[in-house]
């Protein structure tokens, strides 16, 4: 067997990953082609993240309503399970970025993950009326579909806090202004709201739209995977976690549990019992 050459080593490391959002070359770095000098002071950051994840530049009215659904999501307070526990996190004596990671990392499918099973559930009803199906039997076939699959919860819809979130209707508002510039198409947002109507038939009361279910419409109308819809609810969220961690640190306080000390929790165990004990022999 021959030996590797330098040039076959250097192919050998070059290829070990492979990327096309960084070229990097001593003195040089560019994301999808563009220099980072040109980048910095020209970009916004939501613009950024538009061309790290999709590779190509939005234009600033793109960038305005992705900025517009970042800025909704960044905090709900500590009765939010990741605010909570970034806080208790920081009690705990660990530094920024363990307080950081252990509040991200329960942005699940519960916490979290409603934005990503919205759009899923948008494009899933946007799928029928393509192949030709009207709007409400496309909206009702789809909410049949999701609980037969999901369960009787509909991603997007509904709050435990708010009668109204009140970001919701603002965040409707920015994407008809955005359809009626041309900026996006409406569509999903009007499948949204046709949502919204057929859960009040339904349930006999209204199920208003949410920060999930809102934001999940802003991603849809431009075009993100749904995937990448809780990746950017974790962008956004890690901007609220940063700033409880950062004033929990400054408060001070040590071992801060979810609930006061003076609290206790209910037990549903056995009541009080002796250990068995073994007899002694002799």
Request: charged share 25%; with cysteine.
């Amino acid at each position: 067997m021959s030996e590797k050459t330098a040039g076959d080593v250097e192919h050998e490391v070059s290829d070990w990953w492979q990327s096309s959002i960084i070229d990097m070359k001593p003195g040089e770095i560019r994301y999808s082609g563009y220099a980072i000098e040109d980048l910095i002071g020209n970009v916004s950051f939501p613009a950024m993240i538009w061309l790290m994840t999709r590779g190509d530049l939005p234009n600033p009215k793109q960038a305005k309503l992705l900025e517009a659904a970042l800025v909704a999501a960044v905090d709900h307070g500590p009765q939010a399970p990741s605010i909570a526990i970034a806080r208790m996190a920081a009690t705990c004596g660990v530094g920024l970025n363990n307080a950081m990671a252990s509040a991200v990392n329960v942005l699940g499918d519960v916490h979290g993950g409603a934005g990503e099973q919205a759009v899923a559930l948008y494009r899933d009803i946007a799928r029928r009326i393509d192949d030709g199906v009207s709007v409400a039997q496309a909206v009702s076939d789809g909410l049949d579909h999701q609980i037969s699959e999901h369960g009787k919860h509909i991603p997007g819809f509904g709050h435990r806090f708010h009668p109204t979130d009140p970001r919701a209707p603002r965040l409707l508002g920015l994407v008809e202004d955005a359809a009626k510039d041309g900026i996006v198409e409406g569509h999903f947002g009007m499948i949204a709201r046709e949502i919204e109507k057929k859960l009040e038939v339904r349930k006999g009361k209204k199920i208003p739209m949410n920060i999930d279910g809102a934001t999940a419409v802003i991603y849809a109308e431009l075009g993100f995977d749904a995937p990448l819809a809780r990746g950017l609810f974790c962008l956004s969220r890690s901007v609220g976690i940063l700033a409880h961690a950062w004033e929990q640190t400054q408060q001070g306080g040590r071992n801060k549990g979810p609930i006061p000390r003076r609290m206790i929790w209910n037990y549903t165990g056995h009541e009080q019992r002796p250990v068995p004990m073994e007899k002694q022999e002799g």
